[in-house]
């Protein structure tokens, strides 16, 4: 993948799945922790695991360097064991995501530098199973929107996601048919927000091969909200939610962006002196702006 697709990565993801230290259930009974990252090998939604699945989920999970908390001292393979079992033990708290498995149901945690090492082993292992598909064996030489928009659906998705047209799609470079393809369900919560996300990269990276702009960089426009969003996050500006909405955390956002600028602290994405400030930085961070 390009560089800046990875450097981007935590940036747009985190707003998406939230950052959590612990072991928790996503709304398919899942067991989870980091930035969306299952560490169940369970194969039916909701449901109990069979020896075999325990076992392998059991593996993934110990994957990662657990501490105990209030001593942080190493976790051992048993403890580990014990808290995904509680955790997995609790499929009627799927439904309320992280929140409902926050110490003192769980008693281990891992760091945010763990969490970061665990998301980008997750991510080069999503990139070598895609490129290992014919279809979309060229995803080396895509625009960085469209392998951004494409890896954000296998966070979701898995990797091995079967989308016939859109796969058929991103084959003939046809970005355009790819962002009218590549919706996904259940239409909830950040995945209506990702849904989104992913069609106007995809579109992005139309306009980056129809215009012959660097392939390599990330493209963005500052001239609407979905855009300015990103630009902040990019740019470190959190807490922040790429909604497309001009609401007060992102007028928030905008003001501090401007205060740091100094400019005028108006909040407005759209003041002239901001979008030039906002493109500025983003340039020299190696994104295109259109």
Request: proline letters at 5%; glycine letters at 8%.
């Amino acid at each position: 993948m390009h560089q800046s697709v990875r450097d981007y990565w935590i940036s747009f993801n985190d707003p998406l799945e939230g950052r959590v230290d612990f072991m928790y259930l996503d709304m398919k009974g899942y067991v989870s922790t980091g930035i969306g990252n299952k560490i169940d090998e369970t194969r039916r939604d909701n449901s109990a695991p069979t020896e075999e699945e325990r076992a392998a989920s059991l593996a993934a999970a110990r994957r990662l360097a657990w501490l105990v908390n209030g001593s942080d001292t190493e976790a051992g393979p048993d403890e580990i064991a014990n808290e995904w079992d509680t955790v997995k033990s609790h499929l009627e708290l799927a439904p309320s995501g992280h929140l409902g498995f926050r110490p003192p149901l769980t008693s281990l945690h891992v760091t945010d530098e763990e969490i970061d090492r665990h998301v980008f082993e997750k991510l080069d292992e999503m990139e070598a199973v895609l490129t290992s598909r014919p279809e979309l064996a060229d995803f080396g030489s895509w625009p960085a929107n469209a392998q951004l928009a494409t890896l954000s659906m296998c966070w979701a998705l898995g990797p091995a996601f079967a989308f016939p047209l859109f796969q058929g799609n991103v084959a003939q470079r046809n970005w355009v048919g790819a962002a009218d393809e590549c919706h996904f369900t259940p239409d909830v919560s950040m995945i209506v927000i990702r849904n989104n996300l992913d069609r106007v990269h995809l579109l992005l990276a139309g306009t980056v091969e129809s215009q012959g702009l660097p392939s390599e960089q990330i493209a963005w426009y500052v001239s609407d909200v979905f855009g300015v969003q990103g630009a902040l996050l990019a740019l470190g500006y959190k807490p922040l939610t790429q909604d497309g909405a001009d609401g007060p955390l992102t007028q928030g956002m905008v003001k501090k962006f401007q205060s740091n600028c100094t400019l005028s602290e108006n909040g407005a994405f759209d003041d002239p002196d901001t979008a030039s400030s906002l493109a500025a930085q983003l340039s020299g961070m190696g994104f295109t702006v259109l």
